[in-house]
């Protein structure tokens, strides 16, 4: 594809309230795109700053339309409606963006079973969903995308020894990934994933203890990336494992400093890597 741009694609994007979800929305409202933000805050958090009518707003100032839908994706009849909202309202769907995602670094004997179901709900079963709902509408349209916020696989030990019911988790997205790609090569719907190389500057944080913002990164660096990837040719990249940083390296991007918190200060390499 020679465009590299997402005017008048219909994307639907979870967890778009805020952080990395909310960037990959923004880089596509600067293009006139089209967006579904589907996320669960709809009203003000006592913590968290975003709604789906925040982003909203936000999306239709940069450029873009939106079309705010409060879901709980653990809930298939809230993922179906928001799909059949997203296809009356904007004519279909062209990407996915699995982007919603629960996290607790905890070991076995700390994590809660209510805590582990939130997890496999919301980050394997979510994604699975999501997908599967999607999938009719993907199928036939010009460069069908579905990305999904997930790491590498790896076995190595070091990824679950503290926090193995979270790695199961993100590897599960991963692992989903990888085999809808597969099956729905032939069709010309691409599934790949998308990881950041350091940590992000999210909410999320505050699953990290101890981490210092200013050796983070913004999440715009991923929604670069996440623009890239959702610009190629879908037919011809599918399955992968992307880092956000190895995909703009590969545009011709060599000084990432603008995406530093603070550019003089040592990076945080994310988790699942090094």
């Known amino acids: 594809m020679k465009e590299r741009s997402l005017k008048s694609r219909t994307l639907f994007i979870t967890g778009a309230s805020r952080g990395i979800g909310l960037a990959i929305a923004?880089?596509?409202?600067?293009?006139?795109?089209?967006?579904?933000?589907?996320?669960?805050?709809?009203?003000?958090?006592?913590?968290?700053?975003?709604?789906?009518?925040?982003?909203?707003?936000?999306?239709?100032?940069?450029?873009?339309?939106?079309?705010?839908?409060?879901?709980?994706?653990?809930?298939?009849?809230?993922?179906?409606?928001?799909?059949?909202?997203?296809?009356?309202t904007f004519g279909g769907i062209d990407i996915l963006v699995n982007n919603a995602s629960a996290i607790q670094l905890t070991r076995a004997d700390v994590t809660d079973l209510k805590r582990f179901d939130l997890m496999l709900q919301i980050n394997a079963r979510g994604t699975f969903l999501c997908s599967k709902l999607c999938l009719p509408h993907l199928i036939g349209r010009e460069n069908p995308h579905v990305l999904t916020l997930a790491p590498p696989i790896s076995l190595d030990p070091r990824w679950f020894a503290q926090h193995t019911a979270y790695t199961l988790s993100k590897f599960a997205m991963g692992m989903l990934s990888?085999?809808?790609?597969?099956?729905?090569?032939?069709?010309?719907?691409?599934?790949?994933?998308?990881?950041?190389?350091?940590?992000?500057?999210?909410?999320?944080?505050?699953?990290?203890?101890?981490?210092?913002?200013?050796?983070?990164?913004?999440?715009?660096?991923?929604?670069?990336?996440?623009?890239?990837?959702?610009?190629?040719?879908?037919?011809?990249?599918?399955?992968?494992?992307?880092?956000?940083?190895?995909?703009?390296?590969?545009?011709?991007v060599t000084d990432f400093s603008g995406y530093a918190v603070d550019p003089q200060q040592e990076l945080l390499t994310d988790l699942f890597l090094g």
């Open 26 to 88: 923004l880089r596509a409202a600067r293009d006139g795109a089209n967006v579904a933000v589907v996320a669960k805050t709809a009203a003000p958090h006592p913590r968290l700053a975003g709604t789906i009518y925040t982003t909203a707003e936000q999306i239709e100032q940069a450029g873009g339309k939106a079309l705010p839908i409060a879901v709980d994706i653990r809930s298939d009849e809230q993922v179906a409606h928001a799909v059949e909202e997203c296809v009356r």
């Open 178 to 252: 990888f085999g809808l790609a597969a099956e729905w090569k032939d069709a010309g719907v691409a599934f790949n994933c998308l990881w950041p190389k350091t940590v992000i500057r999210t909410a999320a944080l505050n699953q990290l203890p101890g981490v210092d913002e200013k050796r983070c990164r913004t999440p715009e660096i991923v929604a670069d990336a996440a623009h890239v990837i959702l610009t190629r040719e879908a037919r011809s990249f599918t399955g992968q494992f992307c880092i956000d940083e190895d995909v703009l390296r590969e545009t011709g």
